[in-house]
Nanobody, 116 residues
Framework: QVQLVESGGGLVQAGGSLRLSCAASGSIFSINVMGWYRQAPGKQRELVASITPGGTTNYQDSILGRFTVSRDNAKNMVYLQMNSLKPEDTAIYYC??????????WGKGTLVTVSS
C-alpha cells in the first residue's frame, strides 16, 4: 500500500503562482511514475504532469511552459510548481503514484482556485 498526502492548494489571483507538494509513504519502493492529475467541476480527471524515477517528465499541452513537475526520491516527495495561473486551472489537484506492477494510488486532493 502507498499513501499520498497533498498540500499547497489555495486561492490565488490570475497570473499568480502556487507550489503543490505530495508526500508518499508506505510501500514506496514499489513506486514507479508519480504525477499530478486535476478535475474541474463537471469535467473528467485529466493528467497534468508526470515524472519517472529518473526524472523524465510528461506534460499536458495546456500547461506547457507554466507548470513544472519535480521529484525528490530521497524524501519521497513530488512537487508541482504552477506559474502564470489562469482561471481555467481551477480544479482539485490529485497526486498519483503508479507502481511497477501498474497499480494506481491516489491522494485525497487539494483544491486550487484561480480568481480572475
Amino acid at each position: 500500500q502507498v499513501q499520498l498526502v497533498e498540500s499547497g492548494g489555495g486561492l490565488v489571483q490570475a497570473g499568480g503562482s502556487l507550489r503543490l507538494s505530495c508526500a508518499a509513504s508506505g510501500s514506496i519502493f514499489s513506486i514507479n511514475v508519480m504525477g499530478w492529475y486535476r478535475q474541474a467541476p463537471g469535467k473528467q480527471r485529466e493528467l497534468v504532469a508526470s515524472i519517472t524515477p529518473g526524472g523524465t517528465t510528461n506534460y499536458q499541452d495546456s500547461i506547457l511552459g507554466r507548470f513544472t513537475v519535480s521529484r525528490d526520491n530521497a524524501k519521497n516527495m513530488v512537487y508541482l510548481q504552477m506559474n502564470s495561473l489562469k482561471p481555467e486551472d481551477t480544479a482539485i489537484y490529485y497526486c498519483n503514484a503508479e507502481t511497477w506492477s501498474r497499480v494506481d494510488y491516489w491522494g485525497k486532493g487539494t483544491l486550487v482556485t484561480v480568481s480572475s
